[in-house]
């Protein structure tokens, strides 16, 4: 049994009462730690170990410190310094004919997080950024791919209704300043109409800047409103979600079974995703013509619409079995506008170095390796 207590430290001091406290009574209740791993700001001192190995009856070697690390990865090296493996392995009397397992990978892995030095910039333009964890799986998935390309990964949180026009002019101005200096722009999945205005705001700044960009779910939704209504020139282009009675639905209400009930029509699970073509983007990431990934959503690109808006530029490059449900989109080189000039030097926009579409494909994967759902198909909605 592994017990894990909470060393804190007042006045400079460890205090090791609570957990001596904790200790007893889970004794009280008939159960005994073999091993105690003590959280505590700092490295638990050796004087404070003898102690609570002391009191709590545990060998000082199962007395585990897991104080405070610069990066999360560096736990289980933490972990190993101290032999937790070890300790387990012969606790349970566990056969290991191979030997302790090798993490000298984990252990470059944390070296190359230590050394990173240059820095890429990506902003993040969704509804709830006052509380970061409403995005945490795409922070990592982006953080993973920052790691594979030796880049020290920069979030810019951008909210998304202070890129509509009834914004605040000054909260307006800093918020399309910050797209203008990040190197990639990703725009999340999401619910509600609260804020799409200024994600299909955010989907056009990235197309006619030309900066390297994702959309997941809500947010390929946004970048096709945005086709339709800018380069198509459809006023009326909108998602049945957000506007039922709309003129020109370019994403509609598809669901798995009934069109009438909301409960359990959901398109949910793994569904298989044809790639028409070996060299778009998607087919190069995956390494093949199909995908399989899972999905959860209702609401789909108009299959009315895909010959008009493909002729524009944005190609289809992604759909289900059926050949009705839209997956996978990448933006034509063609569909793109003649690059704005470049900006003064010491403005920090324009920055577009070959890595940075790297970073953003990489991070397509990442998400969809540890995600694992709706993701780079950023098909219709999460």
Avoid at 17 to 38: N, W, Y
Avoid at 198 to 206: E, H, S, T
Avoid at 231 to 236: E, F, G, S
Avoid at 267 to 292: F, I, Q
């Amino acid at each position: 049994m592994l017990q894990v207590t909470l060393v804190p430290t007042m006045s400079d001091e460890q205090k090791t009462k609570p957990t001596q406290h904790a200790v007893k009574e889970l004794r009280s209740a008939g159960f005994a730690p073999d091993m105690i791993c003590c959280r505590c700001e700092t490295e638990l001192g050796q004087d404070q170990r003898k102690k609570l190995g002391l009191f709590c009856q545990v060998g000082k070697e199962s007395i585990i410190s897991v104080h405070n690390v610069s990066e999360i990865y560096k736990v289980p090296l933490l972990l190993k310094s101290q032999n937790v493996a070890e300790i387990i392995a012969n606790r349970l009397k566990m056969y290991l004919p191979k030997g302790m397992p090798n993490i000298a990978p984990w252990e470059q892995l944390c070296k190359r997080i230590d050394n990173l030095e240059e820095s890429v910039q990506i902003a993040l333009v969704g509804k709830y950024t006052s509380g970061t964890d409403a995005y945490l799986s795409v922070t990592k998935a982006l953080q993973h791919a920052a790691i594979a390309v030796n880049r020290k990964l920069e979030i810019v949180w951008v909210t998304a209704e202070d890129l509509e026009d009834d914004a605040d002019k000054a909260a307006q101005d800093a918020a399309f300043q910050q797209l203008r200096k990040c190197h990639g722009i990703l725009v999340p999945g999401g619910f509600g109409d609260r804020g799409v205005l200024g994600k299909v705001r955010a989907c056009r700044f990235a197309r006619e800047e030309k900066k390297p960009f994702l959309g997941i779910c809500l947010g390929m939704q946004a970048a096709v409103i945005d086709m339709a209504r800018n380069v198509l020139k459809w006023n009326d282009a909108n998602s049945q979600e957000f506007n039922k009675a709309c003129k020109k639905p370019v994403v509609i209400f598809m669901p798995e079974g009934s069109k009438t009930h909301m409960g359990g029509t959901m398109r949910l699970g793994t569904r298989r995703t044809l790639v028409k073509s070996e060299e778009c983007v998607t087919a190069k990431l995956y390494k093949g013509s199909n995908v399989d990934e899972r999905h959860r959503h209702r609401y789909e690109v108009n299959p009315k619409d895909v010959p008009a808006l493909e002729k524009a530029g944005l190609n289809f490059v992604g759909m289900d079995e059926t050949g009705e449900r839209m997956e996978v989109v990448e933006l034509a080189d063609k569909a793109r506008p003649p690059p704005s000039p470049p900006p003064p030097p010491g403005s920090g926009g324009g920055a577009r170095p070959g890595w940075v579409p790297r970073i953003i494909r990489e991070a397509r994967r990442h998400i969809l390796s540890t995600w694992r759902r709706s993701s780079i198909r950023s098909s219709s909605r999460a």
